[in-house]
Structure formats: C-alpha cells, structure tokens
C-alpha cells in the first residue's frame, strides 16, 4: 500500500515538473518569427498587426494581457492601434481639458464612455476576439483601433517595419496581417515556425494617409 501511494506521488510530481522542464528549456523547444512588413514602395510600415494562429486550434485562449491605457491627447488617441489578447481589459484616459467621447459599435464590443474633463475610465473588459474600431462622437476624425486576438502569439509593426513574435511552438500557422490603411481584407499566410528564428516578409497595400487636423492646444498631459 505504502508503495502504490508513492508511486502516485511520483507521477504527480512528474506531470507536475513536465511544465516547469518545459519552461525551463523554453530556449531550444520554442521558435520564434521576425516579420519585416513593407509597403509597395518597399517602405517600413509602422502599426500593422500580425497574428499567428495554428491551422488546429485546441481551443486553448492566451492569458489575458497587462491592462492597456489608450489616451486621448490633443484630440486624437495614442496608440492608433492597441493589441491585446481576448481577456484583456482597456482603459481611456483623457488628457485634453476638455470633453470626449470614447464609442465603438463593432461586433467584438460595443460601448461609450462620456469623458467631460481630464481622467480615466474604468476597465472595459474585451471579452471577444475581434477587430473594434473607436470613434469620438465630440471630434469626428478621432479614430483608433484595438485588434482583441485570440492567440498569444500577437504583435505590432515598430517604425522599422519589425514584428518579433518569440516563444512560439514549432509548427503550421496562419498569419493573419492587418493595418488600418490596408486596401481590402487581412492578409493571410502560412508559416511554418521551427527551433530556430524564421524569417518572414509581407508587402502591404495602404491607402494614403489621413490628413489629421490636430488641436493647436499643447499643454501638459
Ligand atoms: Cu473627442
């Protein structure tokens, strides 16, 4: 009798220590995929999500992210693309003295935070995957995006063009890119992600920019 209970023990120690062994060699069981996002011009662009997604998911969602604020500044929101994972929560802040008025109507989530003055909202839980698009209804050309993925394996363009997604299990994904001035649909691709840091490059075609007329105010946050 004694003996089967140490035998249990063990195998719970066992299944127990395969997540802290695979954690621990992280380094060597997991890849990761250095994305270079160009436009037709072969130009860096800045703000384009990627996200890969197994080609079989097991229905497992990532954890939820740290709580991201997205500020309101001389009428117009920072970041203009917000990535988190399905979970995550978002704040607005308003940095502005004077009022705005924080909405979104997309299918992923819908609400409205009415912000007369300076301060910050409470968190607004984003419990769907999704693409939500934000819109002020006080300065109409306030707009903003939060990409809700349901992946872990998220991230978005820096100035040079470069998304680094490490930490990802070797094997088929589809990588889905986005960008807010992207003509048509996201762009998907496979990719097959090893032991080693893959390589990967997508052109994207953008409509031109917006012309933004930001307020000439410019004091302190
Ligand atoms: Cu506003």
Known sequence: ??????????????????????????AS?????????L?????????????????????TLPAATEEKIIDQYRQAYEPLVTVVTVGSAVRFKNSDPFGHHVYSFSQAKQFEYRQPTRGTTD???LDKPGLIALGCNIHD?????????????????DSDGRVQLAG??????TATIWHPRLKGDPIEQEITITD???AAEVSLDLKPPRRVRKSSYSGDR
């Not at 299944?15 to 802290?20: R, Y």
């Not at 050309?141 to 363009?157: E, K, Q, T």
């Not at 990802?168 to 994904?173: A, I, L, M, Q, S």
Request: glycine fraction near 8%; charge should be negative; aromatic fraction near 6%.
């Open 196 to 198: 080693t840091e893959v």
């Open 123 to 125: 968190p607004l839980l």
């Open 1 to 26: 009798m004694r003996s089967l209970k140490k035998a249990s023990l063990g195998l719970v120690l066992c299944v127990g220590l395969t997540g802290v062994w695979a954690a621990v060699t992280g």
């Open 39 to 59: 436009d037709t011009e072969n130009k860096p662009v800045v703000d384009a999500v990627v996200r890969l997604s197994p080609l079989v998911s097991d229905g």
């Open 141 to 157: 050309h306030m707009l903003a995006y939060i990409f809700v993925s349901d992946s872990p394996n998220v991230a978005i363009s």
């Open 29 to 37: 069981s997991t890849g990761s995929v250095s994305y270079s996002v």
């Open 168 to 173: 990802v299990t070797p094997g088929t994904y």
